[in-house]
């Protein structure tokens, strides 16, 4: 949600950033792994209490610059081909297909790295629950 939002609430309010759709997946990104690290911290994950606070977030951010790695390229990469794509065939007039390309490529990436941050996190900064 933080990450959908913010991405959409940047490409559709600010002309940079509209411009610019990578550097609002990056910040989108930033918002919502600062976001599961709070809930994954004192929710999910309670009993990790045991690992002192900056090691565990020293742990979290390595993964989540690791996820960032592979999510901004790959970004990068299918922003173009799904805008063409969408131009092309997106005949709805109420989302533009650049709106459209843009959420579909964040869906692809978010559900890529989502894999690459849940697994890297849970056995490795989460491996004391």
Do not use: C
């Not at 939002?5 to 600062?34: D, E, K, M, P």
């Not at 599961?36 to 929710?43: I, L, M, S």
């Not at 390595?62 to 970004?75: D, E, K």
């Not at 056995?123 to 629950?129: E, G, L, Q």
């Amino acid at each position: 949600m933080i990450d959908f939002g913010l991405f959409n609430a940047l490409t559709q309010t600010i002309a940079f950033f509209r411009q610019n759709a990578v550097w609002a997946s990056v910040l989108s990104f930033i918002a919502a792994v600062t976001s599961n690290f709070v809930w994954n911290r004192y929710w999910t994950y309670p009993d990790s209490r045991s690992k002192p606070l900056a090691q565990q977030g020293a742990q979290f951010l390595l993964v989540s610059i690791a996820g960032l790695l592979i999510r901004t390229p790959l970004f990068a990469f299918l922003e173009p081909i799904l805008i063409r794509f969408f131009q092309a065939w997106w005949k709805w007039t109420i989302l533009s297909p650049i709106t459209v390309a843009h959420n579909v490529a964040l869906a692809i990436v978010i559900g890529v790295v989502m894999l690459w941050n849940f697994f890297a996190n849970r056995y490795w900064t989460y491996n004391d629950v």
